[in-house]
């Protein structure tokens, strides 16, 4: 025996007759006896109340439960049945009693007369009654009928149907009936009389059909119960194992009582059903369930099954170990006791939790311990290894808590504990090999996975507790109020980083307890992935505790991650530089686990670069020569002044400034100034100049040569358009670098100058060349005047080298003597600053607008030869040059002006290569615009035609004509009429629709007025 659940109480001792059937009504028991009698007894301390011998149904109804003491004959009615009694049942609810001997028979209480008896009955051997909606069912033979209460005194035959074989147990299921007969368990449709079967019966018993309080059934197969719907399907909750097979069951919930041959057998109705007490009593006759009371009738004697109070009951399981049982009579206490039903299941659940914690299951324990909602500190003073912060605001386990003592919460008296339930010995009474035994069992792989899930399922509602404090603090601080401080000397976090006030409170100190443990939970069992995952979140982790843990344990990613959520930048990027020499050292230390490279640092700098440009600064130049691109992209990215990083990398990093500008402007040129446009520039010129100086010191320099930073001058200098190009200028040797001053001069427009760089200096045609199509192609539709002259101003330079070059001479000198007077004296188009030849030039760019005069064409000679024929003598024309640009580039240059410019000496067939396409081109030209002219003279035509036949056409206006718009007659006011001739309107009407439907101004009508 497990407990006691019910207290055996002999009720009747020796009665004189024989037992045949047993029912209660009220605190009265009614016997059938074998004489045919019915025999009422009463309780004895009520055998001598002046009412009881004229009892009324409202005195029953105040005495509903049996009472536990010894019962009296109170009265004796003779000639209650003819024949053996098999059944008796009070209808409680229409105040009858139903009788089951020769036939049925209701009797009115309490008197007991007889109200009606169903003469349909005689021979039946079982029934069943529907209570609620007043229907009786019972079988006899073969038959099964169904008769229903019609409210008065009298029952009215509804169904009759014929079954297999004879009925052995019968009961209501819903609207149906479930039989069981000889063989089998069916299910009778009470409307059609279907049959539906469900099982077979058992070999031995005989068929037992129990209809349970939700409406389900319970079936008997010899000693096995089965559980099934009203549909007669089986349920997923187990079987009972009966010792033997049951003559009756009743359900009195949470168990079911079964009548075995030798014995009554009480079982739990939970699964799997165990045993919790036996009763022995031999030759039981009936069992019958009460209010709250199991009555068992033997042949002379009465006992009473008693229940024993629940939370007496609790005790002897929780004191026998039995802890579900326990739990589960926890939930019947009544509604009324809620404290004492929490503080005795909290209380069931820390002894059985730690019933499991000892004997090793870790996961059962942590579920009870859940359970239980003990605070979080309680359960992990089971492992003393894991080092938790101190608290002023939560108490430690013992304070409030004592789960063997007398804590005011959970002490014996409330909980009704025994004194063999102790706790465990406390450490210090172990000695050290024990202590050491326990310690390591406790912090095994099972025992803190068991801790995770426990904290993790915790952790949610207490971070939550603990931000919204937080929120909270931050709104009241926002608003001026002040908080005190409880000293725990904790800073509070605001969101995922921490504030510099120190302020505890009871929810963020459990959550710090809570995180701190649950990190080194984790890391203990090798989750690291899931430690960063808490880290990386928002945290409440204590920083000193957790930071000596993960240095000693070598947890550098973690470490990073605490030092993140902390907002304590420097020392992780300070830990990430050291884990990234260390990993690129030779001799990598074994203890680093994972490489660390340089492109963590720009990672974790990236979310900084809003908040702390300094320190990105600081620490990009650790890895700004290895991770260049990244580092640059980095300060883009990052919206960091580009000024501000330029500034840092000149006095910290100087050789390092050049790659920076370079990268930035290869990024996005856009996004750097002039003033570091012109920074580069210098700094390229400044190696170029040493690199010169050494050279020509040594008289090796050569025009021709190029060094890799010369390149990047050369190559910059014409690609970037932001800086100035006349300081750099200014630094230019006079006899060197010839290539840089000719791209400085063309960023300053001095063409000619450039030009004759390209030509004289350098010797290069080709460069010049390519320098007069960059000049042309950048110009509006390439036809502009200034550009199109920039290849008249090399035909030039061509025709009179000596003259440009002297002339290079004199510009180069007034350049470096009076920069801005002579910037203000040149002309970009033009050859000469004054004299004639100004005016020829300004003559040759109108060649276009005026005609060639016959007397100068007819001279034989150009205004070239004219006005220079005294330096003609002295200087050698390029003229094989001149041929090949006209012939080159003859779609790009007046061929009117080209032609005044050059030599009386020219052959026309020299000019073929030129006039020729130039020529086929004006006549295409000619001829297109002719065709184009007869187009738009036949278009003309075309419109004028239509035009005549549109006024051609008339409009009759009679006196029935009527206006579209308004519905009156024309008359003989001004009309319009519309492009399809019909439609006709009031020029009144039409102009209102009109400014109606547009409003727009100036439009044109699409109609004629008349």
């Not at 497990?2 to 009220?26: P, R």
């Not at 290849?791 to 510009?811: G, H, S, V």
């Not at 600053?833 to 040759?844: D, N, V």
């Amino acid at each position: 025996m497990v407990h006691s659940a019910y207290d055996s109480f002999e009720l009747l001792h020796n009665s004189t007759a024989k037992i045949d059937a047993v029912e209660s009504y009220g605190h009265n028991l009614l016997l059938s006896c074998s004489d045919g009698s019915l025999r009422v007894y009463c309780p004895e301390s009520s055998a001598g109340d002046p009412r009881s011998p004229t009892p009324s149904s409202d005195f029953y109804l105040q005495y509903p439960e049996l009472k536990k003491e010894p019962y009296v004959l109170e009265r004796t009615i003779n000639g209650f049945s003819k024949r053996p009694m098999l059944a008796m049942e009070v209808l409680k609810s229409r105040e009858l009693l139903l009788s089951l001997s020769e036939s049925i028979a209701f009797h009115r209480l309490p008197n007991f007369e007889t109200l009606a008896v169903i003469t349909k009955a005689k021979g039946a051997n079982a029934y069943s009654w529907d209570e609620r909606r007043g229907f009786l069912c019972f079988a006899r033979q073969r038959r099964v009928c169904i008769f229903r209460h019609d409210g008065g005194r009298g029952f009215v035959e509804v169904k009759d149907f014929g079954v297999p074989d004879a009925v052995k147990s019968m009961s209501w299921c819903g609207e149906n009936i479930c039989l069981g007969i000889r063989k089998e368990y069916v299910i009778l449709n009470s409307t059609n009389g279907a049959l539906s079967e469900v099982f077979p019966s058992g070999r031995i018993a005989s068929p037992l059909v129990v209809s349970l309080p939700s409406g389900e059934l319970l079936l008997g197969k010899d000693n096995i119960g089965v559980f099934v719907d009203q549909n007669g399907k089986l349920l997923q909750e187990g079987r009972i194992c009966w010792s033997e097979a049951p003559a009756s069951v009743i359900v009195e919930k949470p168990y079911a009582v079964g009548l075995l041959p030798r014995h009554v057998e009480i079982r739990s109705l939970r699964d799997p059903y165990p045993l919790i007490q036996t009763v022995v009593l031999r030759n039981v006759r009936r069992i019958l369930q009460s209010t709250h009371v199991i009555v068992v009738a033997l042949e002379s004697s009465i006992y009473g099954f008693f229940p024993v109070p629940i939370g007496a009951q609790i005790v002897q399981l929780t004191a026998s170990g039995n802890f579900e049982e326990a739990l589960a009579l926890c939930k019947l206490l009544p509604p009324e006791d809620s404290n004492l039903r929490a503080a005795k299941e909290q209380s069931i659940h820390i002894r059985y939790a730690h019933y499991l914690f000892e004997n090793g299951d870790y996961e059962e324990a942590m579920e009870h311990f859940f359970a239980s909602q003990v605070e979080i500190n309680y359960v992990l003073s089971l492992y003393p290894s894991i080092v938790l912060p101190k608290s002023s605001v939560i108490p430690d386990p013992e304070q409030y808590m004592d789960v063997g003592g007398d804590a005011p919460v959970l002490s014996r008296g409330s909980s009704g504990f025994s004194d063999d339930m102790e706790s465990s010995l406390p450490l210090h009474a172990l000695d050290s090999e024990e202590r050491t035994d326990l310690e390591s069992r406790k912090m095994s792989h099972n025992t803190l996975m068991a801790l995770i899930k426990f904290l993790q399922r915790k952790r949610f509602i207490i971070v939550e507790k603990a931000a919204a404090e937080g929120t909270e603090e931050a709104v009241s601080d926002a608003v001026g109020h002040n908080f005190v401080s409880y000293g725990s000397g904790r800073p509070r976090k605001t969101g995922k980083a921490r504030a510099n006030v120190s302020i505890s409170s009871v929810a963020r100190d459990t959550a710090a307890i809570l995180d701190t443990a649950l990190l080194q939970a984790l890391l203990l069992t090798g989750q690291t992935s899931a430690a960063l995952e808490l880290l990386r979140g928002l945290n409440y982790c204590d920083l000193r505790i957790c930071e000596e843990f993960l240095q000693e344990r070598n947890q550098h990613a973690c470490l990073l991650e605490l030092y993140k959520c902390n907002s304590m930048h420097r020392e992780a990027l300070k830990l990430l530089h050291k884990l990234v020499e260390d990993s690129n050292s030779d001799n990598p230390p074994a203890e680093l686990g994972q490489k660390f490279k340089p492109e963590m640092i720009i990672d974790y700098l990236k979310p900084l670069c809003g908040t702390d440009p300094m320190l990105v600064l600081e620490f990009s130049m650790l890895v700004l020569e290895s991770c260049p691109s990244q580092t640059i992209e980095l300060f883009l990215s990052g919206n960091i002044q580009a000024d501000l990083v330029n500034s840092y990398l000149k006095q910290h990093a100087p050789n390092m400034q050049t790659t920076y500008l370079e990268l930035m402007l290869a990024m996005n040129e856009s996004s750097v100034s002039g003033n570091l446009q012109n920074e580069m520039m210098q700094i390229y010129l400044s190696e170029v100049l040493d690199w010169y100086k050494d050279l020509n010191s040594q008289q090796k320099w050569d025009e021709r040569a190029f060094c890799p930073t010369r390149k990047k001058l050369l190559s910059a200098l014409e690609g970037i358009s932001g800086y100035n190009p006349e300081v750099l200028l200014k630094r230019l040797p006079p006899d060197a670098l010839y290539e840089e001053r000719a791209i400085l001069l063309g960023k300053m427009n001095l063409h000619e100058l450039a030009l004759s760089i390209y030509v004289h200096k350098l010797n290069v045609p080709e460069l010049a060349l390519s320098y007069c199509d960059r000049i042309y192609e950048s110009g509006p539709q390439h036809s502009g005047k200034s550009h199109g002259n920039i290849y008249l101003i090399l035909l030039q330079i061509y025709l009179n080298p000596q003259r440009t070059t002297k002339n290079f001479e004199k510009r180069i000198t007034s350049l470096t003597s009076n920069r801005s007077s002579a910037i203000h004296k040149v002309v970009p188009a033009a050859v000469k600053f004054k004299g004639r030849l100004s005016k020829k030039i300004a003559e040759i760019e109108g060649a276009a607008e005026t005609r060639i005069s016959q007397s100068s064409t007819d001279s034989g000679k150009s205004d070239y030869d004219t006005d220079d024929a005294n330096e003609e003598g002295t200087s050698t024309i390029m003229l094989d040059k001149v041929l090949d640009l006209l012939g080159q580039r003859w779609d790009r240059i007046n061929g009117a002006q080209a032609l005044r410019l050059l030599p009386r000496e020219t052959k026309l067939k020299n000019l073929l290569p030129f006039l020729g396409p130039l020529l086929r081109k004006s006549s295409e030209v000619y001829r297109n615009f002719s065709v184009i002219k007869s187009l738009r003279e036949s278009e003309n035509l075309q419109v004028k035609e239509g035009l005549y036949s549109q006024r051609k056409n008339s409009v009759k206006i009679s006196g029935d004509s009527m206006c579209s718009l308004c519905n009156k007659k024309i008359g003989t006011s001004v009309f319009a009429v519309y492009p399809n001739g019909k439609t006709l309107v009031h020029f009144v009407c039409f102009k209102d629709s009109q400014s109606m439907k547009t409003g727009g101004k100036g439009s044109r009508s699409p109609f004629r007025v008349r």
